[in-house]
Structure formats: C-alpha cells, structure tokens
C-alpha cells in the first residue's frame, strides 16, 4: 500500500483528520486511566478476608438494659451458649468487630515499651476460645485461647493482655526472622507486654479507608470479653445451612431474653452482605468507569464512522477515477483501511503520552499507583481495533463505487 | 433572520438524520454523564449551613504532644476532637457567643405501649447553644435552658421521626420518653432536619451519614448518668481508671467542639485565647510542648478533613473527559456537515450573504444540535441520577438530586459546548470561496 498517495489526499482534510486523531487520543487517555481504577477496584474487592464466608454470619446485638455490666457479661455467657447448641450452628463466639466491618479498634503496636512512634498499626479483635473456629480461621503454629484466660472487661478500661494470636502478614511484620510464637510486643499503653502464643493463617482487619493499605491484614486476637452497650455475634453455620442458622439464631437469642435490639433489617448479616457492603464504593467505581469506557468507546467510533462516510460521499468521483484506471475493490478497501490506521497510529501514540501524564497528575493528586504499560498497550489495541472495525463499513461501500462514477458529474 | 435560520437548520438537519442523530446523542451522553456526576460532586462539596458557615469553627488543642504525632499522613496538626479535660474548661470559659462540646450516644428507646420492643437512637447529649449555633429547625417547642444544662435536668430534644414513632405526630412537649430506662421529659420536637454533611461532628460521622439524629440530651446529664459514647474513642494512652470515669479523666479523644464567632475580631481572639489556655496548660504542667492549636471554620474544617470522597472528584474530571470527547466528535460531524454543503454556501455568498450571515446561520444550526443534545441529556440525566444510588454509597447518592438550577445547567452547558464545538467548523464554512465553488460546478 502506498503511503504517500493517502498524505496527499489527507492534507486536503487536515482538520477532520486532527480531530478523529486527537478524539482516539482522548478516547486512549481516559480509558487508560478508567481500566486502570477497574482493575485496582477488582483487585481490591479480591483480596481474602481470611474468614469462611460461605458459612459465616454476624448478628449485632445492642442491650436494651445497659443499667449493669455484670448481667451484660452473664447474658453474653448464655447467648453463646444457646447458639452453640442450634442444630444448625457449628460455633459462635462474640467480638467488637470483625474483618471488612470498618469500624472496631485499632491500636499501635511497639517492640518496646519506650518506644515513642509505632512500630505498625493492628486491627483488636476481643475473642474467645471458640473464635477462631466461628471465624473459620486455622492456626498456622502456637495454640489457641483456653477458656479461663478469656476476662471479662469494659471497653474503656486499661487491661493488659497476657496473651494475644496475632495474624500471619502481622508475624511476619514484627519478626521478619521467623518464629513470633512466645515473643512479646506491646499492643497496650500500659506498658506491660503480650506474649504472642499462636499466628493465625490470613486475616483481614476492620479497617477498610484507602490509607490503612498497609494496615490492612494485621489483626490481633485478646481473650476479651467486651461488656459494653452491643456486641458482635460471629456465628458459623454447619455445611450447607448458613440459611437456616441465620433464621435460628435471633429466634434463640430472643428466647433468651427480649431485652435487646437486633435491627430487623441489617442485625443479622451474611458475611456475603458483610462484604458486598464493605467494597460498595469499590464495585459502584468499578462500574461506573466501566460504563463510561463503553460510552466513550461508542461514541468515538460512532464518530469514525460518521466522518470516514463523508469523507467516501465527498470522493466518490476519485475513487470512481482510480477504479477506472485499474484499481481493484480491494485497493480502495485498504485505501481507507491504512488512512484510518495512520490516523489512529498517531493518535494513540499522542494519547499514550496525555495518559501518562494524566495518571501522573493523579498520582500527586489523589495518591493513585503509577499505571501499567500493560494497560495503555491494551486501551492502544482496543482502539486500533475499534478504528478499523468503524471505518469497514463505509469503506466497503467506497469499494462498491462503480467505475462509471468517473464520467459522472458531481 | 433568526427565524430564517433556524428554519435552515431544521432542513438540514433533516437531511441527514442519521448523523444529526449521532450529534444529538454525543451531547446527550457526554452533558448527561458529567451532569450526573456533578450533581453529585455538588451534593457532597455543599455547604451545609451556607448562611453561616464562615462564623462558626471548630477548635483543636495540641492535648497529646509529640505522642500524637509522626506516623503516616501527619501533618503536625493536633487531634482533631476534644478529650473531656480541655472540653469542660472551654465550656466553662464560655469565650464565644455560642458553644457545645458534644458526644454521640446512642441509647434505647422504650415506648411506653405495652408489646412494643424497645429501639435504639442515635444522637448526641449537647449544651443549650448547640440549637441557636447550629439553626436546628424546631417543629414544636425549643432547645433547653442554660440553668436546665447546670441543673443536669433530664430533658430531651427528639426528632420530627421518633416524634412519629411514640407520638404520631403531635406536640408532644412536655410529654415524657423513657431513654435508657430513665424518664426524661420532652422540651423541643425538631422539624425533620438532616444536615449533610454532618457538619457539627464530622470526626465521629466522618462528613455523610446514614445514621439518624433522634435525640439529644443536655451534655452534663448525659456524664452523669453514664451514658456512653458511642462515637469514636482515640488514646495514646490508656486510661489510668476503668469506666467511663477513667475515660473522662484520660487524655483520650472522643468529643465534638463548635463556636461560633461573628466576625474576624472575634475569631482572632478566640484563638488567642485558646492559646492563652494551652500556655496556661504549660505551665502548669499539663502539657509539656508549646501551644499548637487550630482554629477552623467550617469550609476550612470540612477541607482539612477532606469530606469530599476522592472517588467523588475522580468521578467528575472522568465524566468532564467524557464530555469533551464528545465534544471534539461532535466538532467533527459538524465539520463534515457543514462543509459537505460548500455549494449551497457558495451560493448565498455569491447571491451577497455576508461572512457574518454564514456565521449565524451555521452556529444556529449548532446551537440546535446543543439544544436538542441538552434536552436528551436532562433526560440521561434524570435517569443517571435516579440509578446513581446502584452504583454509589447510598449516604452520598441519596444527595444527588435534579433540582432548576441543574437543570438549566444541563441545557447550558450543552448549548454552549456545542456552540463552540460549531466554532471551528463554522469558521472554515465560513471561508468557503464563492468563486471556486461555482465554478467547480
């Protein structure tokens, strides 16, 4: 195919050709940058929390009577009891919060006790013996809880933690050297230390904002009992009955006293709700660039097409001429095919250069990643692509030109 | 000659339905998609007391010293609440016109009919000066008094909703409500009032809020019972005594403070006086550092405690991209459009239409393309905002609403883009010879 030739003719429309070029860069920029916050979004959303969703439910239990702390602790002694016992239960513990949740506790955690800045920061989850098994989370060395070092204790009150089982990314944070089981590290202000007895496979922490990134599967477990307006129930299901746990288990709760409130809405939560509602930004992002992707894809060939179909009616005489002196259909089929390519060529290399830039400026703005070439290689092939697949159909219809349009006048 | 025009511009864009099509479309999504965002970029970015939010502020007090700072992100402000030490002393001082510390609570309510099961509110236990300060618009009543706030009295400021739920409706002033088990008699019912963002505790609520404000009871009352805080509680240290106690004796964080301020005389010496105190604090040895305080009000404050969501800002410069693509293929079309016609320019030239003349009648024929894209995006639009919520939180996409002035905005910016998008292409129409047009032909 001759190149030349197609300069020659695009001179004669210099402005449409800038303005489809400098649309496919445009079209390239955004949509880099839109499947890039896609991608980071799904990535987000993936991550393991750690827990056994498929079985796991939580219940928030508020105490309609918060007149006293020693009843509370016993009422929360007979719940668990009574979930444990359902048919459909395989254990229920209770706690403050729970992985995805967003709000709980966390606190600073210091190698030494004089140490003024944190060594990193941790999600606390107050557990029992039975927590580990409610969550669905093995232990990958030390022990569990047994259940007299479990104490019972008000939310404000400044207990030290003898023992804590902290999360695997958190042991390998502390003591990159390897074993953490029996080290100390100190998780309160009290400056008594906490000796680390067991690590747990992967756990998530409550916290979800962006800038906890870092934070985000350190988790430590303290055998603490939480006497305080509302508790977490964490409750797993036997095989295959999340369903019929979810619907027994306030019905027990109930039967064991009406003096609390479990919202009717969103007291009793699957885990599957739990995170649907914890990535909720994340999915309507997600899904928002997706559907500004398709937009903007759409209307830039739409434009393509509208522009190369002028293009062909205002040649048609041109196309009549070369047909005439011997061109095939096919030449003139590549003809628009190589113009459109060249077109596009240029404006995916000039939009390559604008998205860079572009995610750069986010980058400082509003703390984004640096985006992957791989990316902007994929956004360059959709939009060659789409350029080419635009720009068929009206040349096909340029090949369709008879030769006889030559004699014809305009 | 308008009329002419616009008569023109109907007849040729009749002529090719097809790519008006295309036009009218391209504008439709593009004014739709940034509209719809921006409604929502709007709703978040409000102000939501613009009457008077430049006299009110929020006083932070460097309560912690270097223990609080360091790690990520700090950028040497000091926390940003109140622990109850310093909260009490401001109060006490009372150096503003109006002023409340304030914690969130949230209690059980019991209705009094039998068979009803107790529910749970949210609120906040406030000073007297938190009504007047904050314009809460009352329904029935009033706020309580500065004597009833000394007396620790148990009174109760409840929303136009639970005033539905215990009351149906009616004034139910000097009735009585029984909150965590105690009685406490109502004195005001608001209208339904639902400020977003929660501008008066944006360190508990975080700015947007889904949570209901059902009650509020006087600040002291709600100490002395000991009703908890069900708000957020920071520490750097742990407090030294357990309860509720311990923590109103730490140095923990767990309150909201607002003043207001009428003018600029009256915030600077706030601020010196806050630092008056904190010096006062030095030596009495309480603090350890030099003063280090801040004293925002409430635009400043809601931007140091970035209220508006990134997700939010990303969203509108991604739909204004879009818009401009559009735009710029829309610039296109038009081109095509309007030079595919040379010969009938050529004509109206040489028949002695002026350049200004073809300017006209091409950007008329522009602006109608804007004006029927902008009607096809108010519809998007209407539609986008109404399934922004299926893809949005619900606390910020409840926000998002189609009120006139978006309305107009929409059709503006569509006629106004499109105009300028004709520019350029008008512009070479407009440059068109007569001459050569007519003879080619």
């Known amino acids: ?410 | 000659m308008l009329g002419y025009y616009v008569d023109l511009a109907i007849r040729s864009l009749k002529r090719s339905p097809g790519l008006t099509l295309l036009m009218i479309l391209a504008v439709g999504f593009g004014v739709a998609a940034s509209m719809t965002t921006y409604s929502v970029f709007r709703a978040v970015s409000g102000d939501p007391i613009p009457w008077k939010s430049s006299q009110l502020y929020v006083p932070q007090i460097e309560m912690w010293g270097p223990k609080g700072h360091g790690g990520d992100g700090d950028n040497g402000d000091p926390p940003d609440a109140m622990d109850y030490t310093d909260a009490i002393a401001l109060m006490r001082d009372h150096r503003a016109k109006y002023q409340s510390a304030m914690y969130m609570i949230s209690p059980s309510l019991v209705p009094a009919q039998a068979g009803k099961h107790p529910i749970n509110v949210g609120g906040h236990a406030v000073y007297n000066e938190f009504f007047p300060m904050t314009d809460a618009p009352f329904q029935y009543g009033s706020g309580w008094s500065a004597a009833e706030d000394e007396q620790r009295a148990a009174v109760a400021v409840i929303s136009d909703k639970i005033n539905q739920k215990l009351f149906g409706g009616a004034n139910s002033v000097g009735k009585t409500i029984n909150v965590d088990s105690k009685d406490y008699r109502v004195v005001g019912v608001l209208k339904p009032w639902n400020p977003q963002p929660r501008f008066y505790d944006v360190s508990n609520t975080g700015g947007f809020t889904t949570n209901d404000e059902d009650l509020f009871i006087p600040f002291l009352r709600g100490i002395d019972v000991g009703m908890a805080n069900s708000g957020n509680t920071n520490c750097v240290e742990t407090p030294t005594q357990s309860g509720f106690k311990g923590l109103q004796e730490s140095s923990c964080i767990w309150m909201s403070y607002m003043v207001q301020l009428d003018d600029a005389s009256a915030a600077k010496a706030y601020k010196s006086y806050l630092d008056g105190y904190a010096q006062e604090q030095q030596h009495a040895g309480r603090f350890s550092w030099a003063p280090n305080n801040r004293l925002r009000n409430l635009p400043q404050w809601l931007d140091a405690e970035h209220v508006v969501p990134t997700d939010t800002e990303i969203s509108l410069l991604v739909a204004i991209g879009l818009l401009v693509v559009c735009l710029v293929n829309t610039a296109g079309l038009l081109l095509a459009k309007f030079l595919r016609r040379s010969n009938e320019i050529g004509v109206r030239r040489a028949l002695g239409a002026p350049r200004a003349a073809i300017y006209a009648q091409f950007l008329v024929e522009a602006a109608m393309v804007g004006f029927s894209g902008g009607v096809l995006g108010l519809l998007l639009t209407g539609i986008g905002i109404h399934s922004v919520s299926w893809v949005l939180p619900k606390d910020i996409a409840s926000l998002a609403r189609l009120d006139r002035p978006l309305l107009l905005l929409t059709l503006l910016v569509a006629v106004v883009a499109t105009v300028l998008a004709g520019v350029y292409p008008t512009f070479r129409a407009a440059r068109v010879q007569p001459a050569w047009q007519l003879k080619s032909n």
């Open chain 1, 1 to 410: 195919m001759q190149i030349k030739p197609i300069l020659a003719a695009m001179r004669h429309h210099k402005a449409g050709a800038l303005l489809v070029g400098f649309q496919i860069a445009l079209t390239l920029a955004i949509i880099c940058n839109a499947l890039f916050i896609i991608q980071a979004r799904i990535a987000r959303v993936e991550r393991p929390s750690g827990v056994d969703e498929s079985r796991v439910f939580v219940i928030e239990n508020n105490w309609a009577d918060k007149s006293s702390y020693q009843t509370i602790g016993a009422q929360i002694g007979a719940d668990l009891i009574a979930l444990r016992q359902l048919g459909s239960v395989e254990d229920a513990s209770s706690t403050n919060s729970f992985p995805l949740h967003g709000a709980g506790w966390d606190n600073y955690v210091k190698m030494r006790p004089d140490q003024i800045h944190m060594t990193t920061d941790s999600s606390v989850y107050l557990s029992d013996d039975h927590t580990l098994n409610a969550l669905g989370v093995t232990l990958i060395a030390g022990r569990n809880f047994t259940a007299n070092e479990v104490q019972a204790a008000q939310l404000e009150e400044g207990k030290s933690w003898p023992v804590i089982i902290i999360s695997k990314d958190l042991a390998k944070l502390l003591f990159p050297g390897g074993d953490a089981v029996g080290k100390t590290i100190y998780v309160t202000n009290t400056n008594t230390p906490s000796t680390v007895i067991g690590v747990t496979d992967t756990l998530q922490s409550h916290m979800m904002d962006g800038d906890s990134g870092s934070f985000a599967y350190n988790a430590i477990l303290v055998p603490v009992r939480q006497l305080s307006s509302y508790v977490y129930y964490v409750v797993r299901a036997r095989p295959g009955q999340l369903a019929a746990a979810m619907r027994d288990a306030p019905k027990a709760l109930f039967a064991q006293s009406r003096m609390r409130i479990i919202d009717p809405k969103d007291g009793v939560m699957s885990f599957a709700q739990v995170r649907a509602k914890a990535y909720e930004r994340d999915y309507g992002m997600a899904i928002l660039m997706g559907i500004v992707s398709a937009v903007l894809l759409a209307i830039t060939a739409a434009g393509i097409v509208g522009l190369t179909s002028f293009w062909v009616g205002q040649r048609r005489r041109q196309i009549g001429i070369r047909r005439a002196l011997g061109a095939t259909r096919t030449d003139i089929l590549s003809y628009f095919l190589t113009e459109n390519m060249m077109i596009g060529v240029c404006g995916v290399v000039v939009g390559t250069l604008l998205a860079i830039g572009i995610n750069l400026w986010m980058v400082t703005r509003f703390a984004m990643a640096h985006l992957s070439i791989t990316y902007v290689l994929t956004a360059a092939i959709i939009l060659l692509l789409l350029g080419q697949g635009a720009v068929l159909a009206p040349a096909l219809r340029a090949s369709r030109v008879p030769p006889v349009e030559a004699t014809r006048p305009v």
